[in-house]
């Protein structure tokens, strides 16, 4: 049974940083497409971003890109999220995605499999 265990969240000012972690289990974590999702209250989830755990590239949302770090310890199963600068408007739950697409822009929520709980960011200014 897939498991994806998100945790990092918080609550911290403008400016701040919170690093996320999602820890995988139940699959075979180096053939696979991760990623960083979010949502706000009354909005649709949106990719934040994406990568594949067996190397390559990594791909950010815009209004992320230079802000946002995503990184990976493959010994733990494991993928977080560094999140520096951040804004009130990156208050949002954060879900990690697993079973992503080999191909395409990775950050379409319709091409994930699995998904984790979620952990809540709330950025205040």
């Known amino acids: 049974q897939v498991h994806l265990v998100e945790s990092g969240g918080g609550s911290v000012q403008a400016g701040g940083s919170l690093r996320l972690s999602c820890t995988a289990s139940?699959?075979?974590?180096?053939?696979?497409?991760m990623g960083w999702f979010r949502q706000a209250p009354g909005k649709e989830r949106e990719g934040v971003a994406a990568?594949?755990?067996?190397?390559?590239?990594?791909v950010y949302a815009d209004s992320v890109k230079g802000r946002f770090t995503m990184s990976q310890e493959p010994t733990k199963n494991t993928v977080y999220l560094q999140m520096n600068s951040l804004r009130p408007e990156d208050t949002a739950m954060y879900y990690c995605?697993?079973?992503?697409?080999?191909?395409?822009?990775?950050?379409?929520?319709?091409?994930?499999?699995?998904w984790g709980q979620g952990t809540q960011v709330t950025v205040s200014s």
């Open positions: 995605a697993a079973g992503g697409p080999f191909g395409g822009s990775r950050l379409a929520k319709s091409d994930y499999v699995y």
């Open positions: 139940g699959f075979t974590y180096n053939s696979n497409c």
């Open positions: 990568m594949y755990t067996g190397g390559g590239s990594t």
